[in-house]
Antibody, heavy 119, light 108 residues
Framework: QVQLQESGPGLVKPSQTLSLTCTVS??????????WSWIRQPPGKGLEWIGYIYYSGSTYYNPSLKSRVTISVDTSKNQFSLKLSSVTAADTAVYYC???????????WGQGTLVTVSS | EIVLTQSPGTLSLSPGERATLSCRASQSVSSSYLAWYQQKPGQAPRLLIYGASSRATGIPDRFSGSGSGTDFTLTISRLEPEDFAVYYC?????????FGPGTKVDIK
């Protein structure tokens, strides 16, 4: 059974960089069968796709966030990571990592981690 | 960017009733890449339907998906108490994902 777990600071100051890591267990990122993605959900609101990465390092980002987002992968640790720069209060959200299957649907999700942007 | 619109915003029904949720796209979506999710408070979304009409592993057959082009539907044939939740549609196209705003199914 594939499991994903987000980790990182729960509080980030405005203008700083948000950094999160997703650790995958029960399956290898390097298998090449899937993409790996970040999605966020502001409190009480809907889901927003941030971006996704292939094990080779190819990345695809939401155009609305592209200038501030970097997603990277570390196959040796079976992890992928998110960096979001110049954060504001509008970036406060639950951040999820998830696996993208061959139907381009999110079949496995992490539990989510709340990141609050506040001084 | 393809925009997804879901209706109604809220659906108030009783257990045992049939729920019909709509997802409409601003332009044609590949049926292969249309999915539905269920989300309960404090939980991550759960994949219900992929490819517009295929149930994900472990999803009861009271959940069904249909549609093509710009109009897609999620039907719950008979609502169980655990089905009251928020439902999102999602599409993939041109290397991008988008989600609909969600439909909340609550108890009447």
């Amino acid at each position: 059974q594939v499991q994903l777990q987000e980790s990182g600071p729960g509080l980030v100051k405005p203008s700083q960089t948000l950094s999160l890591t997703c650790t995958v267990s029960g399956g290898s990122i390097s298998s090449g069968d899937y993409y790996w993605s970040w999605i966020r959900q502001p409190p009480g609101k809907g889901l927003e796709w941030i971006g996704y990465i292939y094990y080779s390092g190819s990345t695809y980002y939401n155009p609305s966030l592209k200038s501030r987002v970097t997603i990277s992968v570390d196959t040796s640790k079976n992890q992928f990571s998110l960096k979001l720069s110049s954060v504001t209060a509008a970036d406060t959200a639950v951040y999820y990592c998830a696996r993208v299957d061959t139907a381009m649907a999110y079949d496995y999700w992490g539990q989510g981690t709340l990141v609050t942007v506040s001084s | 960017e393809i925009v997804l619109t879901q209706s109604p915003g809220t659906l108030s029904l009783s257990p045992g009733e049939r729920a019909t949720l709509s997802c409409r796209a601003s332009q044609s979506v590949s049926s292969s890449y249309l999915a539905w999710y269920q989300q309960k408070p404090g939980q991550a979304p759960r994949l219900l339907i992929y490819g517009a009409s295929s149930r994900a592993t472990g999803i009861p057959d009271r959940f069904s998906g249909s549609g093509s082009g710009t109009d897609f539907t999620l039907t719950i044939s008979r609502l169980e108490p655990e089905d009251f939740a928020v439902y999102y549609c999602q599409q993939y196209g041109s290397s991008q994902f988008t989600f609909g705003p969600g439909t909340k199914v609550d108890i009447k």
